[in-house]
């Protein structure tokens, strides 16, 4: 009786386990339920050496090269050397595309972006050292604007003041 007891149960144990091995049984198919958020609307003003220059609407995360299309693209007379294409860009950026004679001439205020060590060691009370620091910044980031300068050891709204200072009186 202990034999027909034991030999019942296991197979109630067996029948179990294979009820539960088929009831969790993977078919093969995953439900992934993701949520993907509607790409953000930024606006970008675009001017200088472009066929249509003006404001225009675009997704955060674009580009330079994006902001160009959107713009008809470069004129004949547009310097492409002195632009980032790659760059990221932001709410309410401004983008002047220069020109070749503008570049040979010096004659364009001067642009964070184009600014050399020299320029920037130009500004009152930034030295060599503070210099090197924006430029190696500019190279991490890609682009620079007055704003995220103050992302850089040793710039405070006072430096920023001086440099935006500096700019307007080019």
């Keep these: 009786m202990k034999k ?3 030999f019942f149960a296991g197979l109630l144990v067996l029948l179990f386990g294979y009820y ?7 078919d093969g198919e995953i439900a992934l339920e993701t949520e993907v958020a509607p790409p953000v609307a930024i606006k970008a003003y675009i001017t200088g050496e472009v066929v249509n220059p003006g404001v225009y609407t675009l997704h955060e995360g674009d580009r330079l090269e994006d902001l160009l299309v959107k713009a008809g693209g470069l004129t ?17 950026y401004k983008v002047v ?3 070749k004679s503008e570049l040979e001439t010096e004659a364009v205020p001067r642009d964070l972006n184009t600014m050399t ?6 500004v009152e009370s930034i ?3 503070t210099a090197g620091k924006i430029l190696a910044y500019r190279d991490k980031v890609g682009f620079l604007t007055l704003e995220n ?9 006072v430096k920023v003041a001086l440099i935006r200072k500096y700019l307007e009186n080019q």
């Design 4 to 6: 027909n007891f034991l």
């Design 20 to 26: 539960l091995f088929d009831f969790f049984q993977f």
């Design 76 to 92: 004949q007379e547009a310097n492409p050397l002195h632009i980032n294409l790659a760059m990221v860009i932001d709410d309410g």
């Design 97 to 99: 595309i220069p020109s």
């Design 117 to 122: 060590l020299e320029d920037f060691m130009a």
């Design 127 to 129: 030295g060599e050292v």
């Design 149 to 157: 300068l103050l992302e850089i050891e040793g710039i405070g709204e």
